[in-house]
């Protein structure tokens, strides 16, 4: 409920209380008032306030009910994407050790290709060395003779 629907229900209110207390002792009694009268004369208010008052109650208690079983489902939802997320981040650290385990095989094959490759050169490199040798042996045979 807004402010201005509040104030103005409380300025009609107000306004009925007023006519009511100014009509009534001229309706319904010629006589003159005694004070006793006159307050008396708002018993039917106070009691039909007081019933909208627990009835304000009772509705603060069903609504402050309707609130706690939205939280409640507020937060079996979270829970559940609690969960999903959880689920989620297992999922993503298992992918990730597979991924590492993968990158430690990579490094290590490309480390035997490595010395497969350097094996390689080592060969064309003594095997050059020793043609090498045999030639400079053989061109000094031949110089020799």
Not at 1 to 24: D, G, H, K, N
Not at 49 to 60: M, Q
Not at 125 to 133: A, C, R, S
């Amino acid at each position: 409920m807004s402010r201005r629907t509040l104030l103005l229900l409380c300025f009609v209110y107000c306004i009925l209380v007023i006519a009511y207390a100014v009509i009534t002792p001229k309706l319904f009694s010629p006589a003159p008032f005694h004070p006793a009268d006159f307050g008396q004369m708002f018993g039917a208010f106070a009691a039909f306030f007081t019933g909208l008052g627990f009835l304000g109650v009772i509705y603060t208690v069903y609504l402050q009910t309707k609130q706690v079983e939205n939280q409640s489902v507020e937060i079996r939802l979270q829970s559940k994407a609690l969960e999903q997320t959880q689920q989620e981040l297992q999922r993503a650290t298992q992918a990730q050790a597979t991924f590492e385990r993968q990158l430690a095989n990579q490094v290590h094959l490309a480390a035997i290709s490595a010395r497969l490759s350097a094996t390689q050169l080592l060969i064309k490199d003594e095997v050059n060395h020793l043609k090498f040798i045999i030639l400079t042996d053989w061109v000094r045979t031949i110089q020799t003779r």
